[in-house]
C-alpha cells in the first residue's frame, strides 16, 4: 500500500514546489495520507483531495485536525474516499503572505469489503456502515467529533435532546454519547481518535468500569455512528468500549491496550454492528488466573446479533471473542479475514449461535481455534490454520473427550467445515473422514467435513451432549457474504498479514517466535513491556 514519491508531473508544478520534500503517500480502505518534511519558515499548511480524474474545482479542503505533526514529518489523512484514485495538493504558507503548492501522484484507495451478517439482507439495517454510505462516503449531514489527549474532556457537540428538536450542548466524549443515549439525535455522527489516549486523558468520561459507553436508549436503537482512529497510531490506552442497545455502529482502525477486562464488548441487544481493522493487545491483568492478558478482546454476547468481526489484528491474545454468554436464542455473527496472532483460545468460543467463520489466519495457536456448545452451528470455511493445536472442537466429544484439553462442561454444538488448510494439529476428528489426526467417528467428532461448500449436513450427525443437530443456516440464510466474496484459503496468509488490523499494520511492531510462541499460552513478558511503554511520536494536531 505504500508508495515512496518519485516524481511530480509537470514543470509548473515542480516549479511551485520548490523547497517542499514530500516523503510518502498510500492509499488504503477508503482513506489516504501524504507525509513532507517541515517547510522551512512556514506558518501553516492546507491540504486538499480530489479525484485524479476530476478538474481543480473538485479539490475539497480536509480538516486541519487531520493534520499533524511528527519529530521529522508533517502528515494528513483524507478519510471518507469511495474507492479510486485521488490526488493530494499541498498548500504551504509563509508569514510574508505568499505560498507554494505541490500536487501529489494518483493515488489508489480500495473500498472495504462489505460483507458477513452486519450487512445480510435479513438484518434490520441491513448495514453496519454507521455513518458512512455503503460506498465509504460520509452520509449526508454527517456531524464529525475528533478526540485527541488534549480534547477529550473539551470537545463540544449540539445534540438533539427532545422530540422538539432542542438542543443542548454536551462537553466532553462522555456527554455526549450520554445525550445522544437519549435516541432523539439520529444525525450520523463520525468520532474520529487521533493519537494514543489514555485512561487519564478520557478521566471523567468513561464508565465506572472503564469504558466509552456507546449505549442506545433501548435494545436495537437506531445509532448512524461510527467510532475510528484516524492514520496509524489511533489507539485506546488503557480503556475499552461496551457497546449497548445499538444499531448501525462502525469501529474501525484503533489500536487498544490495558483494557479492563474486555476490548470491546458488545454487551446487549446489539444488531449491525461492524468491528473492522483494528489491532487488540494485551488487556489489563484480571483476578482470574486465566486473565493476565486481560479477558475478552472482542466478545459479542446478550441478544447482540447480526454483527461482523472483521480484519482485526489479535496480539497473543488469551481469550479472542467469546459469542454468546447467556443467550438462549439463535443470533448470526461472522468472522472473517481476521489475524489471530499467536492468541490462544476463543476464536471464536460461541453458545447458541450461528456464526460464519471464513479466511482467518489462525497463526500459532497454543489451546483452540473454534469451539461450539450450547447446540450452536458454525460453518468454517477456506481458514488457514497454522500449528494451531486444535482447530476445532465441540464439547464433551471428539477431541474434547480424548484427555486433550477439555474447555466446556456445556452441551455440544456442530460445526460444518469446508476447504480449511490445516497445518501441525494435534488432533481434529471429522465425522465422515479420515482426514483428520485420526479416522472418522461418526459419533463423537469435532467437525462434519463437506465436500462441497453448499452441502447439507444430515440431521443424523448429532452432539452427543444435547443430541442437537447442526441447522444447515449456511444454506437458508442470507449470510451477507456470496461464494464471490471468500478468498481461496491458499491466499488467505497473504491477504490477511497485509491488510488485517490498523491502516499499514499500524506503528507497533512485534515479531513473534514460531518456535517458542506458537505453543506458549503464558504472558509474554517482553511484548507486555513494550505494550506498558508505548508512547505516541505525535507532537501536536493542526496546520502549524
Known sequence: MMKKWETITGTSISAKAEGISLTESGGWFESAYLKWKPVDKAVSYQVLVKSAGAGDPAYV???????????????????????????????????????????????????????????????????GSGAYE??????????????????????????????????????????????????YDKTPLIIRFIGQITGEDMSGQLNSSGYLQVKGKSAYTEMNMTLEGVGDDATAYGWGILVRNCKNLEIRNLGIMLFPDDGISLDTSNCNVWIHHNDIFYGAAGSDADQAKGDGSIDVKNASTYVTVSYNHFWDSGKCSLCGMKDSEEFFVTYHHNWYDHSDSRHPRIRQASVHIYNNYYDGIAKYGVGVTNGSSAFVEENYFRHCKYPMMSSLQGTDTLGKGTFSGENGGIIKAYHNRIEQADSL????????????????????????????????????????????????????????????????????????????????TWKFNNETDDTSY???????????????????????
Do not use: C, W
Not at 505560498?99 to 472495504?112: C, F, G, L, Q, W
Not at 445534540?159 to 428538536?165: A, E, H, K, L, R
Not at 513478558?525 to 508505548?534: G, T
Open 61 to 127: 479542503q480536509i480538516d486541519d485536525t487531520l493534520i499533524r505533526k511528527y519529530p521529522s514529518y508533517f502528515r494528513a489523512d483524507a478519510l471518507g474516499l469511495s474507492a479510486g484514485q485521488y490526488t493530494f495538493k499541498l498548500e504551504v504558507n509563509f508569514a510574508n503572505g505568499s505560498s507554494k503548492t505541490i500536487v501529489s501522484e494518483p493515488i489508489a484507495v480500495k473500498a472495504n469489503s462489505r460483507t458477513g451478517f452486519a450487512f445480510s439482507g435479513e438484518s434490520p439495517s441491513q448495514t
Open 134 to 183: 455503503e460506498n465509504g462516503a460520509l452520509k449526508n449531514g454527517a456531524q464529525i467529533v475528533y478526540i485527541t489527549a488534549a480534547t477529550a474532556k473539551t470537545v463540544t457537540l449540539d445534540v438533539i435532546i427532545n422530540n422538539s428538536g432542542k438542543k443542548q450542548t454536551a462537553t466532553g466524549i462522555g456527554e455526549i454519547m450520554t445525550l445522544r443515549q437519549k435516541g
Open 429 to 508: 476428528i471429522y465425522a465422515n473422514t479420515n482426514h483428520g489426526t485420526t479416522s472418522g467417528n461418526e459419533t463423537s467428532f469435532d467437525a462434519y467435513e463437506a465436500s462441497k461448500r453448499g452441502e447439507i449436513v444430515p440431521a443424523t450427525y448429532k452432539t452427543m451432549a444435547g443430541n442437537t443437530s447442526y441447522n444447515n443456516f449456511d444454506t437458508l440464510k442470507d449470510l451477507g457474504a456470496n461464494q464471490a466474496d471468500i478468498d481461496d484459503v491458499t491466499a488467505v496468509e497473504g491477504i490477511v498479514t497485509k491488510e488485517a488490523g490498523r491502516m499499514n499494520q499500524g506503528d507497533f
Open 522 to 544: 503464558g504472558l509474554n513478558s517482553e511484548l507486555m513491556s513494550k505494550i506498558r511503554n508505548y508512547k505516541t511520536q505525535l507532537i501536536s494536531v493542526g496546520v502549524k
